[in-house]
């Protein structure tokens, strides 16, 4: 099945791949719409990451997820691939991915008739596999009502600023009260074989003050919860360092009252 | 893939009926079946931006898409900009500013601004750097056409008769 083909038709192209039979899915405009609904967001597998970007829905409701969407690759790759497409194709950089993990989003998918739910935290199972079954087709990418007073964020290190693969993402969100954590998540992209959340670090956090030491101490816990490959883009050492320098930005621009919502 | 799709496009505001095969990609019908040279084939995976067009108003490398799944899109090419004998103010500008080096990745930027210019008659320097950043140029001459697609949203195709040498 194919969406967008951002990911698919470059393997075609190059002979990597050869396809009996590919079914396309771009037009199924039912596919394609972001909904608001008491229950929460429930977001159409073909939307584009430029709709994602630049959907005001999106942005109040899930900031994170609308920043991710405006760092995928490039203007042209945005607006053709779509987020239905970003998680099936299950990259380990998959940019889309951390922020969906960080606001408790889940995907679900219809296969014969029937429809199934399942946590995007238990969706990947390694690169480029995840537990859809064959001639699953996505419907809705799901995500819940933010708690009041959550604030989120994204970053992302390429080996540029445009139309670049992740060498590390990193999306949190974080509610505080007095000071103290109260709920914080904290995802990856890049540093392990598949994209996700840093639990350790997320139950070292929770319930302390946000400061300083707290989230350097946070930030060595992510980085031990990295497993990173080396590639061309970066070596595992490298990708190790920039998990932890990045979960201690982002910690810190949220604890200053910094990324959107 | 030995079938054929019949398949109906609006190339530069002119209809088509075409027939394609399922594995062609639009890159392949419009240089191979309808003479459209402006669309390059570069790198064949979306990163060069070489072989973009505009698919209902938006910028898209045709080297993505399947012709087949397109029935009734709208593309145009670089081939559609000009009116009559007039160039686009774009393609003016490019050509006045100096903007073309190789001029392999020129059709391409040029769409990519057109697309800019018509959501944001009013970019500035980055916008038009966030636009054009999937577009690039191996001659790596990218401060001309960002000067001249700044100059076209101000309303100028050439340079002002001072800063002539």
């Not at chain 1, 429930?42 to 994170?64: D, E, F, R």
């Not at chain 2, 009559?84 to 769409?111: K, S, W, Y």
Request: proline share 7%; charged share 20%; net charge neutral.
């Amino acid at each position: 099945m194919v969406a967008g083909g951002t990911d698919l038709l470059p393997q075609v192209n190059r002979y990597l791949l050869k396809p009996k039979v590919l079914i396309s899915i771009r037009n199924i405009s039912e596919l394609n719409d972001i909904q608001e609904t008491e229950g929460g967001l429930m977001i159409g597998p073909l939307v584009t990451h430029s709709s994602l970007a630049n959907s005001l829905t999106v942005k109040a409701k899930a900031g994170s997820l609308a920043e991710a969407a405006a760092r995928v690759g490039s203007p042209l790759i945005r607006n053709l691939g779509t987020i239905g497409g970003n998680l099936c194709w299950a990259s380990p950089a998959a940019d889309t991915a951390p922020p969906l993990l960080t606001l408790g989003a889940a995907v679900i998918w219809q296969q014969g008739g029937r429809e199934r739910k399942k946590d995007l935290a238990d969706f990947f199972i390694g690169p480029n596999r995840t537990c859809l079954p064959p001639g699953a087709l996505i419907t809705g990418i799901w995500v819940p009502p933010l708690p009041p007073g959550m604030k989120t964020i994204f970053l992302k290190l390429g080996l540029r600023n445009g139309a670049a693969i992740s060498v590390v993402s990193v999306a949190a969100s974080l509610v505080l009260e007095d000071r103290m954590v109260r709920r914080v998540r904290l995802a990856f992209g890049s540093v392990a074989p598949v994209p996700f959340l840093a639990g350790q670090a997320e139950k070292f956090l929770s319930g302390k003050p946000l400061e300083a030491e707290t989230i350097a101490a946070a930030a060595d816990l992510a980085a031990a919860e990295a497993s990173p490959a080396s590639d061309v883009r970066a070596s595992s050492w490298y990708r190790r360092e920039m998990t932890r320098v990045y979960a201690r930005r982002a910690l810190t621009a949220l604890s200053a009252g910094n990324g959107t919502i | 893939m030995d079938d054929w799709i019949d398949l109906s496009i609006v190339l530069n505001g002119a209809p088509h009926a075409l027939k394609v095969r399922p594995n062609w990609t639009l890159l392949r019908v419009l240089r191979e079946q309808l003479g459209i040279t402006s669309v390059r084939e570069g790198c064949s995976e979306g990163q060069c931006g070489a072989c973009t067009v505009l698919l209902n108003g938006d910028p898209v490398p045709s080297c993505l898409l399947l012709a087949g799944t397109l029935e009734n899109a709208e593309i145009v090419t670089l081939e559609g900009l000009k009116k009559g004998d007039r160039l686009h103010p774009l393609q003016e500008a490019f050509h006045n500013f100096g903007a073309v080096q190789c001029g392999f990745c020129t059709p391409g930027m040029i769409l990519s601004a057109k697309a800019l210019l018509d959501r944001n008659p009013n970019p500035g320097y980055e916008d038009i750097r966030e636009a054009i950043s999937g577009n690039l140029c191996r001659c790596t001459g990218y401060l001309k056409p960002v000067e001249a697609i700044y100059q076209v949203s101000r309303g100028r195709t050439s340079p002002a008769p001072e800063e002539d040498p």
